[in-house]
């Protein structure tokens, strides 16, 4: 493809930074396109290490900041030998811009490093990573609302086992809450019993002075007549 002539400065740059503008775009596209990197095609295996608790209803930025991370280190570790779809992708997101003369750019510079880039391989390219990504999506998608379940489950479990802990406790309460109202009953009792008891016992104390002092007093009327009559 035949470099395209446009003018930078309507894309990127005001009238008074023309020049500077210019420069920092075309080496930031030359930079991104003559990086090759080679590594194997596999996502990190490893899940974020960052363990955050959050309310489901609101995504923590530190959470969200770590899974992307994750994501972007992902993709960079897909990053097929070559020049292919990556680097293409690198190229454009440093310039920053989505104008359609940065895309032409980049592909005719790309065709420099490498003329069997096309519009097809570059599609082609970004199926097989969007395609990776998604697996990846997947799999942790997967595995998320695995170990959520999990935890749910035994939230359950352990709910459940709380409640009944909870109302054999309640029955046991209610068992001896019983046993107080009998005991006390009983020492209720115990104290009308002895009231009674105690009653009839100072009755019989009372009777027996006043049997004895009348029995005594007949006796002594007897001896008195004794004493004066014989």
Known sequence: MAKEKFNWKSLFVNEEGVKTSKTNTETKIEEEVKTTITSS??????EPSKTINVNPSAINDS??????EMYESGFDSLNL???????FFKAIKA???NDAN??????TMAQSVDSKVSKQSLLEGASF???EINNVHEKYQTKGNDKR???QLGQQQKKKELTTEISTLEKQILELQTQISNKKNILNSIDNDLVTEVSEIEQKIVANDIAKNKILETINTVVTGVNNNL
């Open 81 to 87: 030998p070559g020049y292919d779809f990556y680097e």
């Open 149 to 151: 379940d999990q935890i």
């Open 41 to 46: 095609t596999k996502f990190p295996e490893s």
């Open 129 to 131: 990573y969007i395609k």
């Open 63 to 68: 959470v969200l900041d770590t899974i992307i």
């Open 95 to 97: 310039v920053g811009s």
């Open 102 to 107: 940065v895309y032409k750019m980049a592909m």
